[in-house]
Every structure is written in C-alpha cells, then in structure tokens.
C-alpha cells in the first residue's frame, strides 16, 4: 500500500515529504482509519505536524497530527518515513 508523509511546522518550519509502498499490519491500519476519522486540534505553533495519506483503492484516507498526538503504535512507521523524506 502506498503512504504518503508532509510534515511542516516546528521550529525550523521544513516542509518535507516522503512516500513509501509499505504492508500495514491490520492494527496499524485500524489506527489509522481511527485516526483519520478524529479531528486534529491544533496545540502549539512550534510543533511539527503530519499529514499521513493513506492511497486505497476506495480512495485515499487522510489522517493529521501534530507530534504530541502521534500514539506510540504509530512511531515506527513514521520514523521509518521521515528517514526518507525530502524537502
């Protein structure tokens, strides 16, 4: 499945963006749908924010954090993600 990151925000303001074709556990992917479904309440200019895209065949899932919102469950993929990404 493909997976799209934007970050922005934080201190420095980078915008950066990397995609991945990755195989989602189905927790993860049950997360993510979660997540997606919730609004993300904006906490603190100086944070860095992320937009995860999510590409389904259905259509593609739009999930949005800042880094306080980011679950624990969540961290691998997202680290492995910024490690690619690319202003």
Known sequence: MRVTLETSGGFTGLRRTATL??????SLDDLLRHLASASAEPSGSSQPRYRLTVHRPT???????TESQVPAALRP????MLRHARP
């Open 77 to 80: 993929l997202l680290t492995e």
């Open 59 to 65: 259509g593609d899932q739009v999930t949005e954090l």
């Open 21 to 26: 074709d990755t195989d989602l556990d189905e």
